[in-house]
């Protein structure tokens, strides 16, 4: 292999090269894509949620983990007559799309009834109650008129991995050096999103993909740490209705029912205590809608397309009982001259 | 410790950085430590094992050699594997540390034990034999251990089970409990490395190592020790006992095929397997085109991982000042089987060609006589892979297409050809062939093998669909290596790049390292490594 073109100092020109290319392919990208991709390792407990204020005046919503909220741009202060509702939770709020979710289906029932009304789906996939506490601490900064807080008490063992994801990613674990470069974060990203889900099927994706469904089954048949999620979500939910009451914004909660088969075999809903929880946190601007008691008389089989996600028309049939509430109405006329 | 692991660079500087500050002979206690701490990070019991093969080969090597050791040095030594039993079973527990440390069972501590008593005994009788026939002995003693320790730890199960069924096929009924055997990683190159050794010294073609520490370190050398290149004495040890001075070139030499290791294994290697290992699960319904694309994946898969393998143990090495063998040479540019074999894992082929094929009388008897020859040998090899039939049937796959290039003329001729044309047929069909092979090797049952041959009989127009975003996954991360080979395939090293200027150097050092990084998440072991 020796070869007599091989230089004999301590570095070559070749390599002076390339490590001056990788220096500007990572300023390049600190520059203009830092913000898209900052938190992807902080999984969903970035500060920012992936709320990113705009030069033009807007708010983008970009990631702030490997979930994403659905793609959406508003003004940071809404017009003046307009009112704001803003939704934040986890897949159930959020819906198969963005027009069929009942956060739009809120919206465009206020409009149809003349309202000016603007309604943002800020739920993402996956969120327990922590990180979705982190994204309603960035839209209270934006103003919302009011704010709908999904209950759901399902997604604590995934919250409690990307805690210690995020952790660890912080860390000075060696492990991780190497996607604390952007440049690298943003080519691994871009491999893995643009070319990895756009080639493999899921079939074979999934094979790869790190598989603790049995580890988070083992957990959620354990009663201390159900206890211990059980607590956490009603002591973190309590603080997130004490943001909202301190921001002044007024809070519909609405509180999860899973879909059970009940030991007749006839379908029924499971509310897993959370109706009773955010019963007791009610008052004059705190209400409640329970979806055991929306969808008491529906059809679950055609209701529910699983065991906790709903179908568009339940998405409809939520956002009408939302507007039953009268929290907006009353917040109208309270602001009406 | 693998190579793609974090723990590896921090290994490898930290070894690189003292290995050229220290005088000669604490260069070999260095390499020694290092090579024990990485092999036991696997498993501290393994190190038990290649301490037995070391003590063993050093005094059965000075022995053929005419170099006779004092007893008490031999029982000493051939006692350290049950001393580091000891210490495993009863010093490493006890350490402060939060470590699972593995059990070592009775049974290890008395095969241990008796290593020791056996092997001394054996050494004092080999040496009363006339001058003679002394050497010959030595060697057979060093052959039988290193190839008792290679067939009890990998195919002592293998064989019970074959013969288990083979009597139930003749109605006859046994209940044996087979003990759990651990396959320690590394055994087969060690072992085989070891038998060359003792063997080449026999024939003159090398001296033995005089220091206990410079044997236990040649032949447990870090980069090359898990998945080779199965190095011979005769040109390997001289570079231990030589003096080597620091040269700038080794740095750049080393650090490109560490680069173009990393590239091989972790951009085209784990990248193909995704779609090899969806493939080859017995669970994935299939049909001629993915059955298809999965053995062309797995191709570039076992290429990639292996080479790539070579590559970053022989820039490891290259740090260190020490040049192992290219193992690998554009194998998929074969033009027939021969020629495969003269490019895929050379210093294997090389090793059954020197030590097998030829005494068993090579092609020195005629053509019935060394298709005979050619078939055990390639059965062997195929064996050497790994204790399953499939193995078997891939070298004896070998073996026919080895036998077919021989007896049919046309196939010879094209082997042969040197026009363009004739050269792209003869490439293209061995490829096709090499398929066949690897299709045979990455199937873990018959039973799986058959599976994956009944779906080449269909061909459904949906399938075509379905596979072409996958096909086009598997292109994009074999299409930088068919790009770089191109521009290396002059070089008859992959990982040559001196020819380029400078400027096309850095340009592709850097997509390189981008492309490494992007795949870096992958995390998945060499295959070799179950070997």
Redesign the interface.
Known sequence: ???P??????T???????V???IV?EGVVRLFFSSSMSGRFDYGYNPTAGFVERADGTVSLERSGGRRFFPQRFPVQPPPTTYRVMVVGDSVPRGSSLESSYARQLGSLFASEGALCEAWNLAVPGYGVRRVQVVLRQALRYHPSLVVLHVNDSNEYEDEREWRRSREFQGW???NW??K?L??RR??E??TEK??W????E???G??GVNDADAEIAASMNPARLAEWGDRVRTVTRESVRLCTEAGVPVVLVTQARRTRLADGRLGLDDGGLDAFAQSLTNRTVAWVAMSRVFRDADLATTYADGSHVRPPAHQALARALRDTGLLESRRAARAP | MSFVS??YP?FLLAVVALYWRLPLRGRWWLLLGASYLFYAAWDVRFVALLLTSTSLDYFCGRAIAGERRPLSHVALLSALPLGWLIVCREVLPHLPVDVAWPDVGGWSLAMAAVLPVAFTLLYAWGWRLAESRRARAFVTLSIASNLAVLGFFKYFNFFAVSLVTLLAGAGITVHWTLPTILLPIAISFYTFQSISYAVDIHRGKAHPARDFVLFAAYLGFFPQLVSGPIERAGRFLPQFETPRVW???C???G?RLILVGLFKKMVVADNCA??A??VF?PR?PLDGWWAALGVVAFAFQIYGDFSGYTDLARGSARLLGI?LSNNFQFPYLARGPSEFWQRWHITLSTWFRDYVYIPLGGNRGGTGRTLLNLWITMVVAGLWHGASWTFVLWGAYHALLLSLYRLATPLARLEASTSRMGRIVAVALMFGLTLGGWAIFRCTSLAQLTHWVAALATWPAAGAI?VL??A??VL?HVAPLVLWQWATVSRR?EA?T??WP??A???A??VV??LV??????DQEFIYFQF
């Open positions: 292999m020796p070869s073109r091989t230089p004999a100092r301590l070559t020109r070749a390599f002076l090269l390339a001056g290319l990788l392919a674990h060696p492990r190497l996607m470069s440049v690298f080519l691994y871009a491999r070319v990895s756009e080639l493999l099927p079939a074979v994706r094979r790869q | 974090w723990q921090f040269d700038p070139v740095l750049h030499q650090l995704l779609v290992n969806h699960d994935t040049e379905s975003r996958p086009g996954w994009v090293d040559e001196d020819a400078w400027g150097r850095g340009l050092y850097a390292l981008l990084a992007s795949s870096a998440a992958n």
